[in-house]
């Protein structure tokens, strides 16, 4: 069974940080390209942070260049998404999403909330 599931969301104070994980399993984890996507209530969803299956090549919204990093284990089937110097507009539900391009495979996990807030 396919499984993604984030962890690690929680209440914190503007400036500090949270590590989020998404754990994977049921597939061939090291293949997937995976993503980190937000969505703050009221507001569309916003691709955050992406690391690649060959490499871990990361890339970055602007919104978090600087203070966020991803990085994967793949003898966990684990990507991890540091966040530092939290502010309150990083609010939002943060979903990993794990993608094959060949056959094609997309999966999601149902999120995990963070809060940054005073």
């Known amino acids: 069974q396919v499984q993604l599931v984030e962890s690690g969301g929680g209440l914190v104070q503007p400036g500090g940080s949270l590590r989020l994980s998404c754990a994977a399993s049921g597939f061939t984890f090291r293949n997937y390209n995976i993503k980190w996507y937000r969505q703050a209530p009221g507001k569309e969803r916003e691709l955050v942070a992406t690391i690649t299956s060959i490499g871990g090549r990361t890339n970055y919204a602007d919104s978090v260049k600087g203070r966020f990093t991803s990085s994967r284990d793949n003898a966990k089937n684990t990507v991890y998404l540091q966040m530092n110097s939290l502010k309150p507009e990083d609010t939002a539900v943060y979903s990993c999403?794990?993608?094959?391009?060949?056959?094609?495979?997309?999966?999601w996990g149902k999120g995990t909330l963070v809060t940054v807030s005073s």
């Open positions: 999403n794990a993608k094959q391009e060949w056959p094609p495979r997309d999966y």
